[in-house]
């Protein structure tokens, strides 16, 4: 049969590709998109913060000002490291968590993502080992994969990743001969677990990974919306050499924006700055310079409260339709962030059921997708924070009308 056009053009190149390429495929998480985003489907998928909570006239307020003021240096190229005011103002918020950092050890990203992946350039050849939580960030899995390095899950419970898991599989791998780099984990509601690593786990943590030269990389995204009390403070805070730090206003303000942030030890500063300029010169200035001015001129901790509230009502209502449609089923209950971690009945495969409930007009994302090894079909991640939650209840009744299909 006759080629299309399309099939010519991917054809044309397939030979030119780099190896590392054919570990790009699409997340399981971005093949979704194009489903919830039917107007008629609760998406309980996508880790997307609720935007409508942000107040528009502050943003066209810092819009405003940001051109009224400083538009010849918000329309020209910045610094690599990043503007130096935002750079200040991020350590205040960082200070909540405990961290005492420095302007000089903090650089802007696009987005924590990036700040993931120019550490996972630097630091990971092919077939170095990573360390990540069982179950890990996706977006962290994806990355890891495309640098071809060995992904490997270690143990984690409801207290967060086990610091003796962390040393028995350092030490078993590196006994066959493997280079342990790195360890990534999400410390606060994790992506996508809900769990934070307890109080006691995280100077044990700590000292297991730098007697053994493991670089530790702690992405925080959610740690300040907690919803009773504040989670422990921050590894960074326990240890300035050895913990790379990776903060993002993608969950605090607007993920629109991507501006991002890393906090590194004095010694790997330098090869991530150079790392940031080759990648791409400058950090959006626009975009930094909108967040310095709306930090500037917005009550930014009032803000996060008002997300703490709004997220905290949402969860309550999944854990309400949880118990109340599917009353047999497991989850975590998480104290922050989005996510809940939920293991569906026996015999239920999560991407198996997910046609059913698109059906039913929910989604949500299938466990295999946290993992590099392919495990995770027993559980799903269900995302309360983007639907409101009245919808967050609706969605869930539809998941259980699924899985009661599923059964029949
Ligand atoms: C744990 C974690 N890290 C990083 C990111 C990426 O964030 P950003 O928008 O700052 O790139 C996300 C986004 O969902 C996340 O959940």
Redesign the pocket.
């Known amino acids: 049969m006759a080629q299309s056009r399309l099939e010519q053009s991917f054809d044309l190149f397939k030979d030119a590709y780099a190896k590392r390429a054919e570990n790009l495929s699409v997340s399981e998480v971005r093949a979704l998109f194009a489903t919830v985003s039917r107007p008629e489907v609760v998406s309980l998928a996508g880790?997307m913060p609720d935007v409508s909570a942000l107040d528009n006239e502050l943003i066209r307020k810092a819009f405003d000002s940001l051109m009224a003021n400083r538009s010849q240096f918000a329309l020209q190229y910045g610094p690599g490291q990043g503007d130096a005011k935002l750079r200040s103002q991020i350590l205040e918020i960082m200070a909540l968590e405990g961290i005492e950092g420095s302007v000089d050890n903090l650089m802007i990203t696009t987005?924590?993502?990036?700040a993931?992946e120019l550490i996972a350039d630097l630091f990971l050849d092919r077939a170095d080992v990573a360390l990540v939580e069982s179950p890990s960030?996706v977006?962290a899995v994806g990355i890891f994969r495309h640098k071809e390095a060995q992904i490997e899950h270690v143990y984690t419970d409801s207290d967060g990743i086990s610091p003796d898991a962390v040393a028995e599989t350092a030490d078993r791998l590196v006994a066959h001969g493997k280079k342990v780099k790195l360890l990534y984990l999400?410390t606060n509601f994790a992506?996508p677990s809900g769990v934070t690593l307890s109080e006691d786990r995280r100077d044990r943590l700590i000292e297991v990974c730098k007697s053994r030269g493991i670089l530790i990389v702690e992405?925080n995204?959610y740690g300040l919306l907690y919803f009773d009390e504040a989670p422990p403070k921050a590894l960074r805070s326990r240890d300035a050499d050895s913990v790379v730090y990776l903060g993002?206003f993608?969950k605090i303000l607007s993920?629109g924006l991507?501006v991002?942030y890393v906090l590194a030890p004095p010694a790997i500063r330098e090869k991530l700055i150079l790392a940031n300029e080759s990648a791409i010169l400058s950090p959006a200035t626009f975009a930094q310079m909108m967040v310095s001015e709306y930090l500037s001129i917005c009550d930014w901790q009032q803000q996060i409260s008002e997300y703490r509230s709004l997220y905290r009502t949402k969860r309550d209502a999944a854990i309400w339709a949880l118990g109340e449609y599917l009353p047999s089923i497991e989850t975590t209950k998480p104290r922050g962030g989005f996510f809940l971690w939920v293991s569906l009945p026996s015999g239920i495969d999560g991407k198996k059921l997910l046609p059913i409930a698109v059906e039913e007009l929910v989604a949500y994302t299938p466990g295999t997708a946290f993992y590099g090894d392919g495990r995770g079909k027993e559980f799903i991640r269900i995302c309360y924070s983007h639907p409101t939650a009245e919808n967050v209840k609706v969605g869930i009744q539809r998941l259980a009308k699924a899985i009661e299909r599923f059964q029949a």
Do not use: A, F, I, M
């Open positions: 880790g987005g924590s993502q990036h993931l960030y977006g999400v992506n992405d995204p993002s993608s993920p991507r991002g």
